[in-house]
């Protein structure tokens, strides 16, 4: 086996373990369900994560940063505290591969958000691609086939918030260093989501605790996993593979909580991450470099 084959097969090894990684971080937001708001679940995730990123935080306070630049900050900790708070009501609500297949559309968020508010242009393919995502989620959705509810609302709305945090972040990126970019992230949401959580709060039992803890803990080592994927493989290699993040959804949504196997939602997801896998092959060829985020990398 030739290093490259060894470095793609290591990718997509990391890949599918980032999916594992988010579908169970996933399914405790299920299993909680609405016995906390989505407020307060929401803040107690990144209460935790922001104790893991503390001892990366400290040294990037001390050092500082400009006016301009602690208003991106405030910014995209807005935006994202927005996308975090209609997630967890979504995830509470609906099948778990249902919140699967609508957050594949983030990254549409972000290319069309690019075109309008930092002048990238969009070629006819990528209209095209963007053109059968849409039509993919028609299909997750089915409007006028079956009621939408808050909860399709409301996982809409937050793959509008997380596509423009990512572009706040995207500006951030060529500012400061990544380090700063994931922790300020972390210190943002928390202190946006402080107010809301305290005005719909309930005393919280020792085991939702933990469970919010290890939501953290899931979405820290996700995001290692994929990082490791990207730095082992290209984008074209372990983008595709997201897609099994949809089957083990609707596995664990159908044999652990009951949910009703739909095909529609996989037939509709996969529509979507072939879309977003042949813009990222497109743009690799052409910029030999992607500007597409996968579903994860705007998320949580």
């Known amino acids: 086996m030739t290093e490259t084959a060894r470095s793609n097969v290591s990718g997509i090894l990391w890949m599918l373990l ?10 405790i937001v299920r299993h909680l369900g609405t016995a906390l708001p989505a407020p307060q679940s929401a803040f107690l995730r990144f209460l935790f994560g922001l104790i893991f990123l503390c001892p990366a935080l400290v040294p990037i306070l001390r050092t500082g940063f400009s006016m301009p630049i602690w208003k991106l900050f405030g910014l995209r900790g807005a935006l994202h505290a927005i996308g975090v708070m209609l997630w967890f009501y979504a995830m509470a609500r609906l099948p778990l591969a249902e919140v699967t297949a609508l957050g594949y559309l983030n990254p549409i968020v972000v290319t069309v958000g690019a075109a309008l508010f930092l002048g990238e242009r969009l070629a006819m393919r990528r209209i095209i691609a963007i053109l059968v995502a849409l039509v993919g989620a028609v299909i997750v959705l089915r409007p006028g086939f079956r009621e939408l509810g808050n909860g399709q609302i409301a996982q809409l709305c937050a793959a509008v918030s997380f596509g423009l945090s990512y572009l706040v972040a995207k500006r951030l990126s060529a500012l ?85 196997l739909d095909p529609f939602i996989l037939l509709g997801g996969a529509i979507i991450i072939a879309a977003i896998s042949y813009m990222t092959w497109r743009e690799a060829r052409v910029r030999r470099r992607v500007i597409t985020p996968l579903p994860n990398q705007t998320k949580l």
């Open 18 to 27: 980032a999916g594992l990684v988010f579908v169970g971080m996933n399914a």
């Open 176 to 260: 400061v260093s990544p380090v700063a970019v994931v922790a300020m992230m972390s210190l943002t949401v928390t202190i946006a989501l402080l107010p809301f959580a305290v005005a719909v709060w309930v005393p919280p039992t020792l085991v939702q605790t933990a469970w919010l803890a290890l939501t953290a803990a899931f979405a820290t080592a996700g995001h290692y996993a994929m990082t490791r994927a990207f730095a082992a493989a290209p984008l074209t290699v372990t983008q595709p593979v997201t897609f099994l993040q949809l089957v083990w959804a609707t596995l664990l949504g159908t044999f652990a909580f009951g949910d009703p």
